[in-house]
């Protein structure tokens, strides 16, 4: 089945069919392979994509202009202070006087209904870069870093240790789409929105993918093909980091809790991480982490993304 995603936002992994989220993956993967093999792929040429930013960010400004640069086109820098929506413009507004600027638009906010009412008001593809409810660049990062060390996604085991966040939402929505168990261990009152954890297993039932979430992390982990963690505190809530530290204190990967995933097991983590918190030295730093892999992948993901949609 031919997949064209010309036009599309790109907001959430749930609004994508299995088979375009694979081909995003598949996408990514060949415009990794043309870089490194000094190939020259420039079909955005000429094309300018808008990137504001609420949320400070080191990966995803940096992987984004790099990504536009390389695929022919121009990124702009725009943080809260260079816009009139510091100043009471209306989404709808900015939206609407970019999209007749620009050739594409990413957002980097707090607020998921932010991106929902810019992709509403712009008629230029709209690309949510991070929310506090979601972070689907990442995640499709993460699956195409998972398929590139182990071959293949079906059928694989993932555990997600801590704050049921942007992060485990994104993660779980993926795991149903392409057909991966996934385990999900958080504190009581740290859960992931129960809303969308239901939506993840409705979608997992015709995929084949399983989605729990239990209280347990030796539980989560037990047979884990993938373990992955995020900060106790996410951007936007290091208020709560104090009492974080005690809700999450039996939370940490370390190697006393790998010992209950599969010896080959992959270590994720989106980064930026906090050694001797969600995650000891010696697994962010062992033989079995991956997260550079991943870091890297935010390169190649989004570019896929742009090229598809824009």
């Avoid at 010696?282 to 079995?288: A, L, N, Q």
Wanted: net charge negative.
């Amino acid at each position: 089945m031919a997949v064209n995603l010309k036009g599309r936002d790109f907001l959430a992994l749930a609004d994508y069919k299995p088979e375009e989220v694979r081909y995003l993956i598949d996408l990514a993967i060949e415009l990794k392979r043309k870089r490194k093999a000094g190939e020259t792929y420039q079909p955005l040429k000429g094309k300018t994509l808008g990137m504001i930013f609420e949320k400070s960010s080191t990966r995803t400004r940096v992987s984004f202009e790099v990504g536009m640069y390389q695929l022919g086109g121009h990124a702009l820098f725009l943080s809260k202070n260079d816009l009139q929506l510091g100043r009471g413009e209306t989404v709808w507004d900015t939206a609407q006087t970019m999209s007749r600027y620009l050739d594409g638009i990413m957002i980097r906010t707090y607020a998921h209904r932010t991106v929902i009412e810019l992709a509403r008001g712009a008629t230029v593809p709209v690309i949510n870069g991070l929310t506090d409810y979601a972070h689907p660049c990442q995640a499709l990062a993460d699956y195409q870093t998972v398929l590139e060390h182990k071959g293949r996604l079906e059928g694989l085991k993932i555990a997600y240790i801590g704050d049921g966040n942007n992060m485990v939402h994104s993660l779980m929505v993926g795991a149903a789409k392409l057909g991966l168990h996934m385990s999900v261990a958080s504190p009581e009152g740290y859960e992931p929105d129960k809303d969308l954890t239901r939506q993840a297993k409705d979608m997992g039932a015709e995929t084949g993918s399983t989605i729990r979430v239990v209280r347990d992390p030796r539980e989560a982990i037990e047979g884990a093909d993938i373990v992955y963690t995020d900060v106790w505190a996410s951007m936007g809530f290091e208020a709560e980091q104090k009492e974080r530290e005690i809700a999450f204190r039996n939370y940490q990967v370390n190697e006393e809790l790998v010992k209950y995933a599969k010896s080959d097991y992959v270590f994720l983590h989106c980064l930026p991480a906090h050694r001797g918190e969600e995650v000891s030295a010696e697994i962010i730093d062992g033989s079995h982490s991956i997260v550079f892999d991943e870091a890297e992948n935010r390169l190649h993901a989004q570019k896929a993304i742009m090229a598809a949609i824009m």
